[in-house]
């Protein structure tokens, strides 16, 4: 009986860390789509930080001059100046 009790542990202990291994928490495929996701988040950072260093730099225009403020007038508004003929072409 003693015989036949160590190799039936050990199996069961090998059937269960099996079944951690596909069905658990840290099991292969849950690794998988965690690393999905990790890299999917990771491309969503790099563009956000470039649009955070676009805005940056806008910020730092704008704060330095009025240059940058009159040509946001001018492209997104259309605002000209007194006597001034605002012609624009479509390329």
Known sequence: MANRLVPAALIALLVIL????WFGRGSVP????L???????K?????ATL??????????D???????VEEKARSELGM???NE???QIAR
């Open 51 to 60: 649009a955070n260093e676009r805005l940056a730099a806008e910020i730092s």
């Open 62 to 68: 704008l704060r330095e001059g009025l240059e940058m």
């Open 18 to 21: 099996h079944g951690q291994l």
């Open 85 to 87: 003929i605002y012609v």
């Open 35 to 41: 690393s999905v996701q990790l890299d999917t988040q």
């Open 80 to 82: 000209v100046k007194a």
């Open 30 to 33: 849950n690794v998988s789509k």
């Open 43 to 47: 491309q969503h950072n790099i563009q």
